[in-house]
Structure formats: C-alpha cells, structure tokens
C-alpha cells in the first residue's frame, strides 16, 4: 500500500459514487475513508480507485465500488448499529462499514480469504471489526440481534437463520434475480440492478 495517498483518483472516485446515485451522506464518507487500495491485490492496486470488480483468487472478486455503497445505502445506517455482513471477500466492505456501525460482524466461507482479510483488517486497527470463517447462511447468533444484515451474493430469499438474528425492524439487503433488494418488517423492496453470484454453504480452504 502506497504511503502517499491519490487525493484526484479519491475525488473522482467519490464523485463517481455520486454521480451513480448514491446521496447518503455517511455512506460517501465512509467510501472515502476506507482505503480500498489496501485490500486490492498488489497487482491490481492501480485499478483499485476504478468501479470495477476486481478478482481475489478462487473466483471471488471485490465487488465494484458503486454496488456496495448502493448495498450499504440500502441499510439506512445511522451510526451505532451493529452489522452482519455475509461474504467478507477481501475485507473493504467491512471496513467501510466500520466508519458508520458500532460493530460490524463478517462472515466468510474460504478460510484462506479470511485470513487474508483479516490481517487487513487487523493493519488498520478496525477493533470493532469480527471477521469469522463460516458458512453464512447460518449467520453468527453469538452476537445476535443485529440491525442491519448485507449479503454479498444472490439469493432467492433471506436465509431463514438469518432472519432469527435480525432484530425487530432491522434491515437485510441482498440480490434477488439480478436485483437489489431490501427487506424490512417482511416487505420487499426493489432497488436496481445488482449482479452478483449466488450466495454458497459450507465452509472450505
């Protein structure tokens, strides 16, 4: 990671975010301030301040920028909650997270991503930060309830145990048939385009 920061790609890259429809005030911020170069692969981090995916290894890939921050707008943070994000990926997500929520709970399923992304983590001194490998569709009760659930794959409704651990009038946002799409209080709501691959079970290296 580069010690001195691209302050005209980070520009270009938040007004890219707003150009794209994100409004949230907080969720801008909080793209701004996670350095999404730090969790890029070396080789791509001069693609990192770019929107587009860029691969991880074993087919997983950082999702762009502009579909997570319109992902997190979705949950309508106000700071302080607590958030389970299933599909840690490289680990940027959860530290955008971690500049809006009190605690951010991550979940993902290949033990070596997890390590990666949590060493990450770890080099930015994000404490409230909880990155676990485990299969997400079993959630993390162990510090259920949560306000707020993202998940980073497609689905064709919210896993069951993961609604057990939503707390009353907490919000999940996922993709459904290419869409993305909010849930609360059992309504669903339809919020764009949103491609992403299907959320898988189990655990593996």
């Known amino acids: 990671m580069s010690d001195e920061p691209d302050f005209g790609g980070l520009m270009r890259f938040v ?93 993902e399923r290949r033990r070596s991503i997890a390590a990666d992304a949590r060493s990450k983590i770890g080099l930015l001194r994000l404490m409230h930060v909880y990155l676990h490998s485990a299969d997400g569709h079993d959630g993390w009760a162990e510090d259920a309830p949560y306000d707020a659930i993202v998940i980073n794959g497609a689905v064709t409704e919210p896993p069951p145990a993961l609604l057990k651990q939503l707390a009353p009038g907490g919000v999940i946002v996922a993709s459904v048939g290419g869409r993305l799409t909010q849930w609360r209080n059992g309504a669903a709501r339809d919020l764009g385009p949103a491609d992403l691959a299907p959320l898988e079970a189990g655990v593996c290296d």
Do not use: C
Request: hydrophobic share 45%; aromatic share 4%.
């Open 15 to 107: 007004l890219g975010l707003r150009q794209g429809g994100v409004t949230d005030a907080r969720v801008l911020a909080a793209m701004e301030r996670a350095p999404r170069t730090h969790f890029a692969p070396p080789q791509f981090t001069a693609f990192a301040l770019e929107d587009r995916a860029l691969p991880l290894g074993d087919g997983v890939t950082m999702t762009k920028p502009s579909l997570i921050a319109r992902m997190l707008q979705a949950l309508e943070l106000r700071g302080g909650e607590t958030v389970l994000e299933v599909g840690s990926g490289s680990g940027y997500q959860a530290a955008v997270l971690a500049a809006i929520a009190r605690r951010v709970v991550s979940l």
